[in-house]
């Protein structure tokens, strides 16, 4: 039986580009999320099922780092050679990504939110399945 493990991430280079945001991982590979992204108010609650990707960039917006959340298929030792993080959550858990970016699990789903004084960068989620793609980029909610 095959166990998943949390990872911690490394720091990875980030590109924003037409259409997208391209990231460099630590192996050479490089992965293209579509865009552009839809800007969110948090708390974002993304749709059940998804598979979960959190980016968060530094304030010149050329490096970041990528977790993916409660992602159970990849292992460990790819995650590593990657330099993408992984944290891992069960039902009513509530843990820190990036000092400023908190996640929980409910249920099927996960509630995202940011304290945008405690980020410089920007803050992108991804969510994906076999069907589609989405991307948004979270921003504080106005009523702060």
């Given amino acids: 039986m095959v166990t ?8 990875l280079s980030v590109r924003l580009v037409d259409g997208g945001i391209v990231v460099g991982y ?5 992965v293209f999320y579509h865009g552009p992204p839809t800007p969110e108010e948090t708390p974002h609650l993304t749709a059940p099922g998804k598979d ?6 530094d304030a010149s917006e050329t490096s970041g780092i990528l977790m993916y959340v409660d992602e159970r298929t990849t292992e ?3 995650l590593e050679a990657t ?3 992984r944290i891992l959550l069960e039902p009513g858990d509530q843990r ?13 789903r996960c509630e995202i939110t940011l304290d945008d004084d405690l980020v410089d960068g920007r803050v ?7 069907f589609a793609e989405h991307a948004y980029e979270l921003q504080s909610s106005s009523e702060e």
């Fill in 4 to 11: 998943h493990s949390e990872v911690a991430p490394d720091t």
């Fill in 52 to 57: 979960v990707h959190v980016l968060v960039t």
């Fill in 83 to 85: 330099g993408v993080g």
């Fill in 96 to 108: 820190t990504l990036f000092p400023g970016v908190e996640v929980e699990r409910t249920g099927l």
């Fill in 26 to 30: 630590l192996d050479g590979r490089e």
């Fill in 76 to 78: 460990s030792s790819i």
């Fill in 124 to 130: 992108f989620v991804f969510e994906e399945d076999q």
